[in-house]
C-alpha cells in the first residue's frame, strides 16, 4: 500500500476512535458532591456583608482575586488531561474507548450538574458554591491517588478513576459559575463583560499549564503524584477563599432552571454554533496537519490560545461599550474568516494564520453572548442564567467531536474547517437576529 494511503488511513483510525469516545457516553450522574454540601454548610463562615462596589480603578485586581479560584479549579483538570488516557490504555490495558470515556465522562458531568450548580450559587451564595467545588476537586484527588494504588488491579483502578471524574465534572460547575457569579456581586453588574473575560482567561490558562505539568508530575513520580497535587491545590484554595468576603446573596423571587434556559436559548446557541470552531481546532487541528504531512500542529494550538488571550486582554472593554451583540457579530466574523483560510490552507504559514484569526475571533463571543443573557434575568437568578449559558458551551464540545469525525471520515480533513465556519457564519446570522430584535424592542420602549 502506498504511503501517503497508510497515512490516510491511519488518520481515519483515529478519527474513528474519536467518534467511539463521543458516542459512548455515561448516562449516569454521580450526586457525590452533596457530602461537600453538608460539611461546608456545617462549618462556620465569615458572615456576608453587602460591601460597596470597588472603586473603578480597583476592579480588575478585584476580579483576578476571584477568579484565581477559576484558575485553581481548571488547573486540577488541566493536569490529567494529557496523562489519564495513555495510563488507561497502555498501563491499565483498556480499550480506546475506555481510554476517551475517562475524558469525556467529566463534560458530561458538568453539562448534568449545571442546574444543581446554579442553584446552589443562587441559594447558599456563589462563595459557598466555589467552596464546595474546590471541595470536590481535592475529592477527585482522592479519588485519582486511590487508582494509582490499585494499579495491580485493573478493572478497581478504572472504576475509581471514573469516580474521580465524575466529581471532578460536577465541581467543575460549581468552581467556574461560582467564581462568575462572585465576581459579579462584588464588583456590580455592570462589569459583567469583565468578569466573564478574566474568568475564561483563567480557565484557558489554567489548562494550557496543567496538562504539560501533568505530564512531569507522572514521568517523575507516577500517577499518585497528580492525586497529591490536585488534594494540595484544592486545599489551597479553599484556604484562599474563606477569608474572602463573599457577595451578598440576592433575595426574590427566583426563576426555574427550565424557565431561565427557554430564556437564554437564543443566546446558547449562538455560543454554541461559535464554539464549534474551538472543538475541532482543539480535537482535529494535530490529524489535519498530518494528513497534509505539516510538522508542528502544536505551534497551531498555541498560537490560537495565545491570540484568544491576547483579544480578551485588549479588546474586553469593547462589550461594554458597544454591547454584546455587536461584539458578537464581529467576533464570529472573523472567526469564520479564520476557519475558512484553514479550510484552504495550501501551507503550514496560512494555517497559522487561519489559527490566529480563529482564536481572535472566538475570544470574545462567550462573554459578549453572555452579558445580553444574563441581563435578561433578575439578578436572584443569576447564577441559574450562567449554568444554563455555560451549559452550551459544554454541548456543544460534547458534540463536536462525532459529527466533525464524520465529516473528516467522508471528506477529508479540511473539509471539517469549512463545516465549522458554517456553523461560525449560523451564530453571526443569529447574533445579527438578536441584536436587530433588541433594537426594535428598545425603539418601541423609547418615549415617543
Known sequence: MPSSAVRQQASLNQVWHRLAFERLRFTLFLPSLYLPVVIVDLLPMPDASSAATPRPMAVTLQVVSIVL????????????????????????????????????????????????????????????????????????????????????????????LFIGRLVLGSA???????????????????????????????????????????????NAMGLWSMGVSIMLLAALGISLAWKKTPAPIVHGERMPFLHVLGLVLPHGTGLALGSIGFGTIATFITLYYASHTWPNAVLCLSLFGACFIGARLLFGNMINRIG?????????????????????????????????????????????????????????????????????????????????????????????????????????????????????????????
Open 324 to 448: 454584546g451583540f455587536r461584539v458578537a457579530i464581529a467576533c464570529l466574523s472573523v472567526e469564520a474568516l479564520g476557519l475558512l483560510l484553514l479550510w484552504l490552507a495550501p501551507n503550514p504559514d496560512l494555517a497559522l494564520a487561519g489559527a490566529a484569526l480563529t482564536g481572535f475571533g472566538f475570544s470574545l463571543v462567550f462573554p459578549a453572548l453572555g452579558v445580553e443573557a444574563v441581563n435578561l434575568v433578575p439578578a436572584a437568578s443569576r447564577g441559574a442564567a450562567v449554568g444554563a449559558y455555560s451549559l452550551f458551551i459544554d454541548l456543544s464540545l460534547g458534540i463536536t467531536g462525532p459529527v466533525a469525525g464524520a465529516v473528516a471520515a467522508g471528506f477529508g480533513f479540511s473539509s471539517i474547517f469549512l463545516f465549522a465556519a458554517l456553523a461560525s457564519l449560523g451564530g453571526l446570522a443569529l447574533s445579527v437576529y438578536l441584536y436587530r430584535q433588541g433594537k426594535v424592542i428598545r425603539d418601541k420602549a423609547a418615549p415617543v
Open 172 to 218: 467543575e460547575s460549581l468552581v467556574g459559575s461560582g467564581s462568575i457569579g462572585w465576581g459579579i456581586g462584588r464588583v456590580g453588574a455592570a462589569n459583567t463583560a469583565k468578569v466573564i473575560s478574566w474568568n475564561g482567561i483563567a480557565s484557558y490558562g489554567a489548562l494550557a499549564i496543567g496538562a504539560p505539568l501533568g505530564v512531569l508530575l507522572v
Open 69 to 160: 479560584f477559576t484558575f485553581i479549579g481548571y488547573l486540577n483538570i488541566g493536569i490529567p488531561l494529557a496523562v489519564l488516557p495513555g495510563y488507561v490504555h497502555t498501563d491499565l490495558g483498556f480499550g480506546a474507548v475506555a481510554a476517551g470515556l475517562v475524558i469525556s465522562v467529566q463534560y458530561l458531568a458538568t453539562l448534568l450538574s449545571r442546574p444543581y450548580a446554579g442553584r446552589i450559587i443562587d441559594t447558599r451564595g456563589p462563595k459557598k458554591a466555589v467552596i464546595i467545588g474546590l471541595f470536590g476537586c481535592g475529592l477527585s484527588g482522592v479519588f485519582m491517588l486511590l487508582a494509582g494504588w490499585l494499579d495491580a488491579w485493573p478493572l478497581a483502578s478504572l472504576i475509581s
